[in-house]
């Protein structure tokens, strides 16, 4: 790279001064978009992010069960503060190994075999919960179906950004977080049905449609030409694309972008930064994604309701959030190919601040004999707490609760995905998704593990208080460090950060 490339351009106002030329906007032009056929790509990104709804369904499982098990008439069964603790946040650490075996499987199998791979220990964890006569069938259970969700995390983004093309990138791209939102749902309403080992059963049914599914799709195109499987790729991408399209011209695109990245990533590359920052940002993200504090409240919503005494049963408060979730990330899939990424993650890390800030408030001003609750109490005691509140300002926590999922649902949920997929060089993209979801789920496990000392040992506002500054964090880290990537292709993007320009912070 010669250093006049690298410089910015000072005290000139040049068209070639921008985020991402404006020549290179034109290689996928709009006519080409528009002849494409998306029938098939959008088969195969539903049949991938079943793994999606699997991760979603598993991930908030505790959270109708710990009460259920809470009361349970068998010792061998019955969970107390420390074994509840340990079965809302195993299922997180069983994520950081998913993620950290995925750095490995994600560019020795595939995408889309690392996809399938992942359907074994998740059908063997919901068996292991389904048929549990012990605590520690139901903590072995908890960690395969979160070392599942861990492959899936680094997995299924990665592989629906390199079979997508520009113009569906960011609704697709919204899909693996629409899943995981829609399979938290679905074991919301069925846990108001459902015996918690029936839930575990209901759990198998979308692993077995995924792989079966997925047998039948194709494998990324880019993995395949870095593999040198010219042919299969080619074939891969037509099919995505359609027969009678101009796919020749992006599979030479592809090709080109392949060939100029065929080594992977060494050691002294690292400091490169077309490297690093992309790697940086993507995992700065997950990391402040997980410490606005979205797992420890999916997690442990029905006992935070319990405390709290909100207007409805907690189970069906439980519902209603999901609900609301579901409706959120809806609306970012639609608005995020229109109104940019940047823009969403603003307004969703304002909301979250506000949320958080709200419910904080309340638990710490709104005395006791008006909520409902009794001071500084443990959440594992919140099973022989009244349920009826005495006072309609109960709705606030509902409120504050559905507010904070809206937002994350809106920006900080689906689009922190989507940037892992889109701005990780292809080189490292494997073993940089994979350190993105070990980043992510360890922090989820920390905050879940000690979610309910901080709470016993401070009080329930503790928590909200300390994710209302994070959120504040996420605005200033979204506005120095995140790039706006709408409607650009992944070699436009790789591109950027390798021409070094400091609009890059901008």
């Not at 074994?83 to 190994?97: D, E, P, Q």
């Not at 599942?148 to 609704?171: L, Q």
């Not at 001071?375 to 309609?392: C, G, M, V």
């Amino acid at each position: 790279m010669e250093p006049s490339v690298r410089e910015p351009l000072v005290r000139k106002t040049s068209s070639s001064y921008r985020t991402f030329p404006e020549s290179a906007g034109k290689r996928l032009d709009k006519e080409y978009l528009r002849s494409l056929h998306n029938k098939r790509l959008y088969l195969a990104a539903f049949a991938a992010v079943l793994g999606n709804f699997s991760f979603g369904f598993a991930l908030v499982y505790p959270s109708p069960v710990i009460p259920a098990l809470e009361a349970h008439p068998s010792p061998a069964l019955r969970l107390d503060q420390h074994t509840a603790s340990w079965f809302g946040s195993v299922f997180t650490l069983g994520a950081a190994a998913g993620g950290l075996s995925t750095m490995l499987l994600n560019d020795r199998l595939g995408r889309k075999l690392s996809i399938m791979f992942s359907a074994l220990p998740s059908a063997v964890g919901y068996a292991l919960m389904a048929g549990a006569q012990g605590i520690g069938m139901l903590l072995l259970g908890r960690v395969l179906t979160g070392y599942a969700g861990g492959v899936t995390s680094a997995s299924i983004p990665v592989y629906i950004s390199e079979i997508s093309h520009p113009g569906v990138r960011g609704m697709l791209g919204a899909c693996p977080q629409i899943m995981a939102v829609l399979g938290s749902l679905i074991l919301y309403a069925l846990g108001l049905v459902l015996d918690w080992r029936w839930l575990a059963v209901a759990g198998e049914v979308p692993v077995l449609a995924m792989i079966v599914l997925l047998c039948f799709m194709p494998n990324s195109p880019r993995f395949l030409l870095s593999k040198g499987k010219d042919d299969e790729a080619l074939g891969s991408l037509c099919w995505l694309r359609g027969k009678d399209t101009d796919y020749a011209r992006e599979y030479e695109q592809i090709k080109d972008s392949v060939r100029k990245q065929s080594r992977r990533v060494s050691c002294a590359e690292i400091k490169d930064p077309f490297i690093y920052k992309p790697i940086l940002i993507a995992v700065g993200m997950r990391f402040l994604q997980q410490l606005s504090g979205v797992t420890c409240v999916l997690v442990y919503l029905q006992s935070i309701f319990k405390k709290t005494s909100v207007i409805l049963k907690p189970e069906y408060d439980a519902a209603l959030v999901g609900l609301v979730r579901l409706f959120s990330v809806a609306i970012a899939a639609v608005s995020m190919d229109k109104a940019g990424r940047k823009i969403l993650l603003f307004v969703s890390a304002g909301v979250m601040l506000v949320s958080n800030l709200t419910m904080g408030l309340y638990i710490h001003f709104v005395p006791a004999s008006q909520n409902g609750t009794i001071a500084n109490k443990t959440l594992e005691t919140s099973a022989s707490l009244p349920a009826e509140p005495t006072n309609y300002i109960t709705l606030i926590p509902l409120l504050a609760t559905m507010f904070f999922i809206m937002g994350y649902a809106m920006g900080w949920g689906p689009i922190t995905w989507l940037l892992m997929s889109e701005i990780l060089p292809l080189k490292a993209r494997g073993v940089a998704s994979g350190l993105c979801v070990v980043v992510s789920w360890l922090t989820a496990f920390t905050l879940t593990q000690f979610f309910l000392r901080v709470v016993e040992a401070f009080g329930l506002e503790v928590p909200f208080l300390f994710f209302a500054v994070i959120c504040a964090v996420n605005i200033l880290f979204t506005g120095c460090c995140v790039p706006e990537t709408k409607g650009r292709s992944l070699e436009q993007i790789e591109a950027f950060f390798r021409t070094g320009r400091r609009s890059f912070m901008r």
